[in-house]
């Protein structure tokens, strides 16, 4: 059974961990180290300015996820999910608890990397709209963004 909650500083490394993975995929597509290669510190200090969801199945973390609200616009990053437990709903169950828990925004906003079919096909199967294209963007990567207005 798959169980969101916030992440503790005990789940930190298994995080690390599930990240390396998911982004680990896309290193022949696309520079991801600066997700595979992040450190306990700076998980640590993101953690103090931001929300950090975990995904928990089969007695470990399977996923993760980490948002803040400015202005009325929840942003989403690092939406992870390891390998062996995509296409289960992890993902889908990570975006719906940020959307219930999050009160504050009239909009969800996330980005993905542009060559990566199945996460772009979950934003639009979640009703999430293509809102900008970002080529060439920080590390090279060429990111597709989303928006998801509250009804």
Not at 49 to 68: M, P, Q
Not at 83 to 99: C, F, V
Request: glycine letters at 6%; hydrophobic letters at 45%.
């Amino acid at each position: 059974m798959l169980a969101i909650r916030p992440a503790t500083e005990r789940d930190f490394s298994a995080i690390l961990e599930v990240q390396r993975q998911a982004f680990g995929e896309y290193r022949d597509v696309y520079e991801v180290s600066a997700w595979t290669t992040e450190t306990i510190d700076s998980l640590k200090a993101d953690a103090q300015e931001k929300h950090v969801l975990v995904a928990e199945a089969d007695g470990g973390v399977v996923g993760s996820v980490r948002f803040w609200t400015v202005a009325g616009v929840c942003v989403i990053r690092l939406l992870s999910v390891a390998p062996a437990h995509q296409g289960r709903g992890t993902a889908k169950a990570l975006l719906a608890e940020i959307e219930r828990a999050t009160m504050d925004a009239h909009k969800f906003y996330a980005c993905t990397m542009l060559r990566t079919p199945r996460n772009i096909h979950l934003f639009l199967r979640l009703g999430y709209h293509p809102e900008t294209l970002l080529p060439d963007h920080y590390h090279h990567l060429d990111l597709i963004c989303f928006a998801k207005y509250r009804p």
